[in-house]
């Protein structure tokens, strides 16, 4: 990083955001993601800390688990982060860094090398000089958030179990919103299975799978309730094999999303008990809840507070909001304080436009620094 007075210089920050975007990153690639989980270990060297990499299994990346070296006999912060990217390898050809005004560019740079990076600076800078927090800080880094944290689920909840507060890195919404609260995301295999025969000869012999298929959509759409923020999204649909032939076999995906544990636990039971209507067809539904609901609790509104006392020091208002995507602040909110959305603010994520706001470095990295300077 370019020597600067300024241990918050925007520019001296956005050089070392940059280093880690110009890695690219796909979940699918992880021989990418364990170069980038390199150079971020690397960068941790002399600090006072202990690096403990988790090999990747199953296609995925190795994880890092970062600990400072004081406060690890009682329950601290961790702070949650993502290494992975949904840009495919290549894309930075298509969206190269580049800095337009106060918009910088890149892919994965808004979600979330952008926030990553920025908890690793506030927390160097908290170790500058010898400094300590209250408690004692755990940076996690995961390799396969985008796809939806299969093999670093367990470490996440393991992790925020032991936690007092959970700070997540994801990016800013809306303006520079902060993030109290998440959906709960389900997801499901429908799998139908009827009789097939000859369209034209001997219809009445068939049994449609599609038909029942149509039936299975119908009674998933009208699960939804917009007002109280569910939705149910049939979003692949395949079945068949020719126009004459009634349909032997249908599929479907589906995408749930639920804003209480009440109304997941509600809706998964129906979805995954839903029977056929045709004689001779049989329906058979497979998923589950793979994010839990991020409910805002007491203990993550007073951490809100806190957070939101601090922004005012520093001289902006950081403003809650809820939101229906999913991250990992959703392993961790059901038992742990968190907060979400304390990464760097923009717009773009996962387009060809992918851009953070370089104004939002500075206050974000202050927030993020005097969050582990003040959490008790």
């Known amino acids: 990083m370019p020597a600067t007075a300024d241990p918050f210089d925007s520019r001296a ?50 994880h890092l688990v970062v600990r400072s070296s004081w406060g690890q006999q009682e329950p601290g912060i961790l702070v949650l982060s993502h290494l992975d990217t949904v840009h495919p390898i290549g894309f930075i050809e298509r969206l190269p860094f580049r800095v337009e005004g106060d918009v910088a560019f890149g892919p994965g740079i808004y ?9 690793y600076h506030a927390f160097r800078q908290l170790c500058a000089g010898g400094g ?18 299969p093999t670093s689920r367990a470490l996440i909840e393991a992790e925020g179990r032991k936690a007092k507060y959970v700070l997540v890195t994801e990016p800013a919404r809306d303006g520079g919103k902060i993030v ?9 295999d429908v799998a139908i299975k009827g009789v097939p025969a000859h369209a034209g000869t001997r219809p009445e012999d068939g049994r449609s799978a ?5 039936n299975v959509i119908l009674t ?38 639920v804003p209480t544990t009440a109304d997941a636990d509600d809706l998964v039971a129906r979805i995954l008990n839903l029977k056929s209507r045709t004689d001779g067809v049989s329906v058979k539904v497979t998923g589950e809840l793979n994010r839990p609901p991020y409910e805002k609790g007491n203990a993550g509104a007073a951490l809100y507070e806190h957070a939101r006392e ?11 909001t809820f939101t229906g995507g999913g991250s990992d602040g959703n392993f961790t909110a059901p038992h742990t304080a968190t907060l979400d959305g304390l990464g760097v603010d923009g717009q773009g994520a996962h387009t060809h436009y992918e851009q953070m706001y370089i104004s939002s470095i500075e206050p974000r990295a202050r927030l993020l620094y005097r969050l582990y300077q003040t959490l008790r």
């Open 210 to 214: 599609i038909r029942e298929l149509a």
């Open 310 to 320: 601090i922004a005012a020091e520093i001289g902006f208002d950081l403003v809650d």
């Open 180 to 188: 109290t609260g998440r959906k709960g995301v389900a997801r499901f």
């Open 220 to 257: 998933l759409d009208a699960m939804n309730d917009l007002k109280r923020g569910i939705s149910v999204n049939v979003g692949v649909v395949r079945g068949g094999t020719r126009p004459n032939v009634i349909a032997e076999e249908a599929h479907a995906e589906v995408d749930l999303r």
């Open 13 to 62: 920050i956005l050089d070392g955001i940059r280093r880690w975007v110009e890695i690219e990153t796909p979940t699918e690639a992880p021989e990418q993601v364990n170069r980038l989980a390199t150079m971020v270990a690397d960068g941790y060297r002399e600090l006072p800390v202990s690096i403990e990499r988790i090999a990747g299994h199953s296609g995925c990346g190795d």
């Open 111 to 119: 979600d979330m090398k952008g926030g990553a990076y920025l908890a």
């Open 132 to 149: 300590r927090s209250p408690l004692g800080v755990t940076q996690l880094y995961v390799s396969d958030e985008e796809i939806g944290s």
